[in-house]
Structure formats: C-alpha cells, structure tokens
C-alpha cells in the first residue's frame, strides 16, 4: 500500500539508547531501508545499526587540497615563466623550489574550505525545515533526553498501519505519525 499523501514517516520514541539501538538494529536486519535514529548525543551504534558508513568528507578534502596545490603550482608557473618572465642574474625563470611555500598555503586554504564547505552540503545544510519538528514529543524531547527511530514513508516496505505495529513491538514509549 502506498504511503498516504502528506505522511513523512512514522516516529517511536524510546528511554534509553540501549533500547534505540536494540530496535534500530532488528529493523535494519527485517529490511526497513528508509530509517534514521535521533539523540541528543552522537551514538555510534545506533550509526552502525541503520547502515550508516559513507563519509564522503575525507575525500572531498582531499581534492580540495590537490586542485589548490594544482592552482598555486600553475599560477606561479604561469606568472614567473609566461606573463611576468624576469631575468635577474642569470637565474632560471622557473624555479620550483621557491613555490613550495605558496603551493602548500593554498593546499591547506583550498583543503580547509572544502571540508567545510562540502560537510554543509553533505548534510543538507542549511536545512531551515524538517518534518519531524511537526510531532511535539521529537519537539520537546529530542535534544534533552529522549531517543528516536523513525520509520520514512518512501521506504518500499512501508504500510502505516503494518510499520506502526512493527514499531509497537519494541514496546515504545510512543509512536506517532509524522506529517509534512
């Protein structure tokens, strides 16, 4: 059955981590794909247990810096050996070993900026609105002291009245229906 229009998911709150993680852990494995975990603190189980592995930050890092050695590098080259050439003292127009320095700042500068730059965009920031601020126990308790699983209506295996049973199984405090 095809989730009903306006329906972003299902959300089930829980006590404490260890359960979270516990019913996060059996819906990954009876294949619920379209889920996400929420506590006030970094879990790095719950993490694991929905699958969560991609980090596509070190990489994008990583060529920031090499297009900002790459820039520097033909800057340099470019200025000292075809747009400015200067002869001063018999000394070669090209001299790589003086470029190192600048190379090196702008690989730290162009690194730096992509890190940051590429995590905002990886995590969908600046995200002004999220559905789940729409159910008022995600509103009131989700960065003091209570811990979610969320349940996303286009996942293929979602029926509202099926994932809501499902989620009571855990023995939840609540499970709601959360709207666009």
Not at 48 to 55: K, S
Request: charged share 20%; aromatic share 14%.
């Amino acid at each position: 059955m095809p989730p009903r229009e306006g329906i972003y998911g299902l959300l089930a709150e829980f006590e404490t981590p260890g359960e979270l993680v516990r019913a996060a852990r059996q819906a990954r494995l009876d294949g619920w794909r379209r889920l996400d975990c929420y506590s006030p603190y970094p879990l790095e189980e719950a993490a694991e247990a929905i699958g969560f592995h991609r980090n596509k930050v070190p990489l994008l890092t990583l060529i920031g810096g090499l297009m900002g050695l790459a820039a520097m590098f033909g800057l340099e080259t470019w200025v000292s050996t075809l747009a400015y050439p200067l002869n001063i003292a018999g000394r070669p127009t090209y001299s790589w070993p003086a470029f190192i320095i600048p190379a090196y700042e702008w690989t730290i500068l162009f690194a730096g900026l992509s890190a940051a730059f590429g995590m905002l965009a990886l995590n969908g920031l600046p995200s002004l609105y999220h559905p789940l601020f729409n159910a008022p126990n995600f509103r009131d308790g989700a960065t003091t002291d209570k811990f979610f699983l969320c349940l996303e209506a286009l996942d293929p295996k979602f029926d509202i009245v099926a994932a809501k049973a499902y989620l009571e199984s855990f023995a939840p405090v609540l499970v709601v229906e959360v709207e666009y």
